[in-house]
């Protein structure tokens, strides 16, 4: 398998949703980096979070920016493309290559806009699951997310335990809060209130929800942050002036940076693709399958490694220690770290010493016992 490919398969039955619905010719966008070796034991799949891709390292060519988790992905670093196997893909619903309401509806011809079907984490990872599958590979080293990257590394364990080897959930969560599901919730009408989303069918129109998904995402932004990290960047600074302006423009450092990230976000990111994702977030609830959470996991095999951040109050840690205990039930091979940030949710994109040094020593440990 040759290194940096970047490609799409088209499945060749029907995928079942769990709505009902079957979602035919689905389209599945991944890239992958590094190189599969012989024995075809050194592939991590990893998952990205609500507004990631399948870019996660190197440079993003629809943004010519550093791929999401660069600091992580690449040779010699972390998760080092000179041992591993990366596989990467666009989650369905999105708007990077894979089948999503941007996409064209094979029965129509037309773009599907709010026709494309409701899905959910678990239609996600099995849309994953098949692209697996079609690279030839029978069991995956490790899956490795974070945020919904990590409730789809945790979807994994439960749909498909004997395809993978480790699972690694990093700052998520088994479940949606009901908190979670309220800044959503704002989100989605902020998008639906903009009178240019016209009921989802803005595609052939000179107009884009622009100002509804701007909104959407920097009120999402803030979940992303800790207050003591906003406080100690911006504080209560103001943008340019030393005095108020005394009118609505923008007074606050804080008010610009948002309104930045609102913008730079519209321009790459599909608002349907976020309504149908955010809810797809929603919907997730391991407790909520048959026999709970403890019966999901039972008997696991798996190794888990779960990363959560002092300061994340999106995914708390209370929420893995949950998990946790469930796993602990069924004495499953479970580690786990709590790193000490003031950098809230996002700590998981960023740089963090311990985290890169333990997820490390992880890894290299299941390396040994595999004999990659």
């Given at each position: 398998m040759n290194s940096n490919i970047e490609e799409k398969i088209v499945l060749k039955e029907s995928l079942k949703l769990d709505s009902g619905s079957n979602l035919v010719n689905c389209e599945i966008a991944f890239k992958t980096y590094g190189k599969l070796n012989k024995k075809k034991n050194?592939?991590?799949?990893?998952?990205?979070?609500?507004?990631?891709?399948?870019?996660?390292?190197?440079?993003?060519p629809i943004t010519n920016k550093r791929g999401w988790w660069s600091v992580l992905v690449g040779p010699g670093?972390?998760?080092?493309?000179?041992?591993?196997?990366?596989?990467?893909?666009n989650v369905l619903g999105g708007c990077m290559g894979?089948?999503?309401?941007?996409?064209i509806n094979p029965k129509t011809n037309r773009v599907f806009g709010m026709n494309f079907p409701v899905i959910t984490i678990g239609d996600m990872v099995r849309a994953q699951e098949k692209l697996v599958q079609s690279l030839g590979i029978n069991k995956l080293f490790a899956v490795i997310g974070g945020s919904m990257g990590g409730m789809q590394a945790l979807e994994w364990a439960v749909s498909f335990p004997h395809k993978v080897d480790s699972v690694v959930p990093i700052a998520a969560s088994y479940r949606h809060s009901a908190q979670n599901i309220a800044f959503h919730e704002i989100g989605r009408q902020a998008i639906m209130a903009d009178p240019d989303w016209f009921n989802g069918n803005y595609y052939n129109k000179k107009k884009y929800p622009k100002r509804g998904l701007s909104v959407a995402r920097m009120i999402a932004h803030i979940t992303y942050l800790s207050e003591s990290a906003l406080q100690r960047?911006?504080?209560?600074?103001?943008?340019?002036?030393?005095f108020f302006s005394f009118d609505f423009k923008t007074d606050f450092q804080i008010e610009s940076y948002l309104q930045h990230q609102g913008i730079s976000f519209v321009e790459r990111f599909d608002a349907n693709s976020y309504l149908y994702i955010t809810k797809a977030m929603d919907y997730f609830d391991l407790s909520q399958k048959k026999g709970g959470l403890s019966e999901s996991l039972k008997d696991s095999k798996l190794k888990f490694c779960f990363f959560t951040f002092t300061s994340d109050w999106?995914?708390?840690?209370?929420?893995t220690k949950t998990i946790i205990k469930s796993l602990n039930k069924s004495d499953a091979k479970v580690s786990f770290v709590e790193i000490k940030t003031d950098k809230g949710h996002d700590a998981f994109l960023l740089d963090d010493p311990e985290f890169h040094s333990t997820l490390r020593g992880f890894l290299y440990g299941q390396i040994k016992k595999n004999r990659i």
């Open positions: 050194n592939a991590i799949f990893i998952c990205h979070a609500l507004t990631g891709d399948q870019f996660c390292t190197e440079k993003n670093k972390v998760i080092d493309t000179n041992i591993f196997f990366v596989i990467c893909s894979s089948s999503g309401p941007s996409s960047k911006f504080g209560r600074n103001l943008q340019n002036s030393k999106l995914f708390p840690t209370s929420e």
